[in-house]
C-alpha cells in the first residue's frame, strides 16, 4: 500500500517552454501532497503544500506563478513550472498524506529529473 | 527557525555491524520523527516512523526517541551492503502540522 506515482520520470525541454509533472496516489486518498526540490548533494527543499481543493501554500522563496500547483482531486496533483530556465534543472519529488491511521507519514513519489537546455 | 541536524557522514560500517545514525532537532514541540532511506539518484522511502519516547522495533532497524534530550537515532543491525544509502532524519512539529523538517542526511557505507 501507500504507492505514489509521478509522471514523467525524465523530461528534457527548452528553455521558455512549460513542464507539466503529475503526482498520483494509486491505493490511498491524499488530503495533502507536497512537491519539493532537491539539486545534487542537497537536501529536499519544500516548495508548497497543496490541500485537495484549495490553492497550495508556497515556501518563502518559491515564486507561485512560476511553479503551478493544481490539485484537482484526492488523487492526482500537478506541478507545472512555466517558462523554465537552466536553473530550474533538478530533482522535483512529490510526496502524498494518507487519510488514516498514520496522518503524519508522508510516501514518495519516483521523483521527475527535469533538465532545461 | 526549525533545524534537523544529522552528521553529513560518510558513515563507515563493515558487513554484519551495527550502524548508528543519530539527528537532533530543535523544537521542542516536535511530535513526528521519521527516517528515510534515500538510494543516489532515487527519491527517499519511509523505513520508520517513531512519536513517543522509547524504542521501536522493525526487523533489523530500531529507532529511538528522546524527546528530553530532542534526539532520535536509527540503528540497523547486521548491516548489509545494500543498506548503503543516504539517511534522511525528519520531524514534523506541533499538532496539526503535517510538513516535514529535514535533516541534510547521513550517507552510510556498509563495507562487504
Known amino acids: 500500500g501507500a504507492v505514489v506515482s509521478q509522471h514523467p520520470s525524465r523530461v528534457i525541454c527548452k528553455s521558455g517552454t512549460s513542464v507539466k509533472i503529475e503526482c498520483r496516489s494509486l491505493?490511498?486518498?491524499?488530503?495533502?501532497m507536497f512537491w519539493y526540490r532537491q539539486f545534487p548533494k542537497k537536501s529536499l527543499m519544500l516548495m508548497a503544500t497543496?490541500?485537495?481543493?484549495?490553492?497550495?501554500?508556497?515556501e518563502q522563496g518559491v515564486e507561485k506563478d512560476k511553479f503551478l500547483i493544481n490539485h484537482a482531486s484526492l488523487t492526482l496533483s500537478t506541478l507545472t513550472v512555466t517558462s523554465a530556465h537552466p536553473e530550474d534543472s533538478s530533482f522535483y519529488i512529490c510526496?502524498?498524506?494518507?487519510?488514516?491511521?498514520?496522518?503524519?507519514?508522508?510516501?514518495f513519489g519516483p521523483g521527475t529529473r527535469l533538465t532545461v537546455t | 527557525q526549525k533545524e534537523v541536524e544529522q552528521n553529513s557522514g560518510p558513515l563507515s560500517v563493515p558487513e554484519g555491524a551495527i550502524a548508528s545514525l543519530n539527528c537532533t532537532y530543535s523544537d521542542r514541540g516536535s511530535q513526528s520523527f521519521f527516517w528515510y532511506r534515500q538510494y543516489s539518484g532515487k527519491s527517499p522511502e519511509l523505513i520508520m516512523s517513531?512519536?513517543?519516547?522509547g524504542d521501536k522495533e522493525d526487523g533489523r532497524f530500531t529507532a529511538q526517541l528522546n524527546k528530553a534530550s530532542q534526539y532520535v537515532s536509527l540503528l540497523i543491525r547486521d548491516s548489509q551492503p545494500s543498506d548503503s544509502a543516504t539517511y534522511l532524519c525528519a520531524v514534523t512539529s506541533g499538532a496539526g502540522s503535517y510538513q516535514l523538517t529535514f535533516g541534510k542526511g547521513t550517507k552510510l557505507s556498509v563495507i562487504p
Open positions: 510526496s502524498a498524506r494518507a487519510y488514516g491511521t498514520t496522518p503524519y507519514e508522508q510516501y
Open positions: 517513531i512519536y513517543s519516547n
Open positions: 497543496s490541500n485537495e481543493g484549495s490553492k497550495a501554500t508556497y
Open positions: 491505493d490511498f486518498q491524499a488530503t495533502t
